[in-house]
């Protein structure tokens, strides 16, 4: 694993007594805070509608070091051989042939993985990481509906669509919950849900001051609603992939266990060439359905990348 650069203020972040003690339950809060609070490792997707991967690497290797994300064969963890660090302001990332993202982001893509022909929907699209990733897979084929809440979050998501050379999706604006009134039904389906973001404190240090319990239950309704509203509007024999950049149970684990109590869908594994910690089946006096360890999570410490929590759903049908 690369070396780690600790946050110059790292030993000034103060944490809330309720955040470490929960932490604590949940996993080596000393390791936690040692990748948390540090630089996190920069990354990119290589676009292969417009570059091929080794075309990408003759391009940069000259100047940079790329090492291979092992989950995705088109991420690369880059560094500067002199220390430079600006990759938005490479001329690769203004042509679209980059899209600067971090690793453990390109899981959901990765484990969706849409076809050329499907009809895919990205319920939580801004800005586009995921978006231009699966319009990538389907190599510009089929048709993506890439919806988000709020116009000031769909600006970026439209320049990155174009920025890649993405022609095969329309973008929405609303609640993903109204989709259920839409009439429209979709092959697969990603929810990328908002969230406390918890896994990502090494880029967002702030999240510390924001959490706390309440919060927490409030966004789990949010994201309760919004993977009902998916698997409602999933095709029988489609798949869905719920994920966040949280590591809070009741984020993660705790609104599978809720989708598992109210359908019949069915936990899928996960198979990736990566290291995961345990999903959490019991917390706080809840017990969780033994189908989430089926569930993937990771904590910062596991690949030093952000904590991220991916499921893969089917809805059970027809060939199935």
């Not at 570059?51 to 994300?69: G, P």
């Not at 959901?108 to 231009?132: E, I, R, Y």
């Not at 990348?305 to 060939?319: R, S, Y």
């Amino acid at each position: 694993m690369a070396d780690i650069e600790p946050f110059p203020n790292k030993d000034s972040i103060e944490f809330k007594d309720k955040f470490v003690e929960r932490y604590s339950k949940l996993t080596d809060f000393e390791e936690w805070k040692k990748y948390s609070l540090a630089f996190p490792r920069k990354a990119i997707r290589v676009n292969t509608l417009k570059i091929s991967v080794e075309e990408l690497k003759k391009r940069l290797e000259e100047n940079w070091v790329l090492e291979q994300v092992p989950w995705c064969k088109e991420g690369f963890w880059i560094t500067h051989k002199e220390g430079r660090r600006d990759i938005g302001n490479l001329k690769e990332h203004a042509l679209g042939y980059i899209y600067v993202q971090e690793a453990s982001s390109m899981i959901p893509g990765k484990v969706l993985f849409p076809d050329a022909g499907d009809k895919v929907l990205d319920m939580c699209a801004a800005p586009g990481s995921k978006t231009t990733q699966m319009c990538a897979y389907m190599e510009n084929k089929g048709l993506v509906f890439a919806n988000d809440v709020e116009g000031i979050r769909l600006a970026p998501l439209g320049i990155n669509i174009q920025r890649m050379g993405i022609t095969n999706c329309v973008l929405t604006i609303m609640p993903g919950q109204r989709y259920a009134k839409s009439g429209m039904v979709f092959d697969k389906i990603l929810v990328d849900a908002p969230c406390s973001g918890t896994g990502t404190v090494n880029k967002s240090p702030g999240t510390l001051k924001m959490w706390n319990p309440a919060m927490i239950k409030r966004l789990a309704i949010v994201q309760r609603n919004l993977i009902k509203t998916a698997y409602d509007i999933l095709k029988p024999g489609g798949i869905m992939v719920y994920s966040t950049c949280s590591n809070e149970p009741e984020e993660d684990e705790g609104v599978i266990d809720w989708l598992l109590k109210g359908t019949d869908a069915k936990l899928l594994d996960i198979d990736l060439d990566i290291k995961r910690s345990d999903p959490i089946v019991e917390f706080e006096d809840e017990k969780y359905n033994p189908e989430v360890r089926k569930c993937l999570r990771i904590w910062p410490q596991d690949n030093h990348t952000e904590g991220f929590f991916v499921t893969k759903i089917l809805k059970p049908g027809k060939n199935n």
